[in-house]
């Protein structure tokens, strides 16, 4: 679940792993990416970890490890909860991209690998991104360690 319900899930479909749509991904280490759900040319397909559904990300990162300030476990709701803070560049960059791309999907990687691609539902000023329920508790925290040696 992201932040405070403003992003919402895509609809999931079967997974359709492909090796060339693994090799077109680039592995980084935090990226938050529009995404499509037709191809559309120079965009990178690849599957969503926590549903399968295949979807097409932009060719450019609109956020990196680079806007992130910090990272941490947190309690969540139901299960460990990863929470991204972003910079003061990065809370600017996320809000006018949330603003501008409303009903559109917002792919998050991490480690190289989409873990979501989720519906942006209203601007989000605050700078901060939770993400919870897509790994187990121990592995948030390993996560939010690595994110914030960078």
Do not use: N
């Not at 956020?63 to 003061?88: H, K, M, N």
């Amino acid at each position: 679940m992201l932040i405070a319900g403003l992003l919402s899930g895509c609809a999931s479909s079967p997974e359709t792993k492909t090796e060339a749509a693994t090799a077109a991904l680039p592995s980084p280490v935090f990226e938050l990416r529009l995404a499509r759900t037709t191809p559309e040319a120079k965009w990178v397909r690849v599957d969503i970890r926590s549903t399968g559904e295949t979807v097409y990300l932009a060719p450019e990162a609109a956020l990196t490890v680079d806007d992130l300030l910090s990272a941490e476990a947190v309690p969540g709701r139901q299960t460990t909860a990863l929470r991204l803070t972003f910079t003061r560049t990065g809370t600017r960059s996320f809000a006018e991209l949330t603003e501008k791309h409303q009903g559109e999907p917002l792919a998050v990687i991490i480690g190289g690998e989409a873990i979501t691609a989720s519906i942006i539902r209203a601007a989000i000023p605050t700078g901060v991104l939770v993400l919870e329920g897509y790994y187990p508790a121990d592995e948030v925290g390993r996560i939010a360690e690595a994110l914030s040696r960078r």
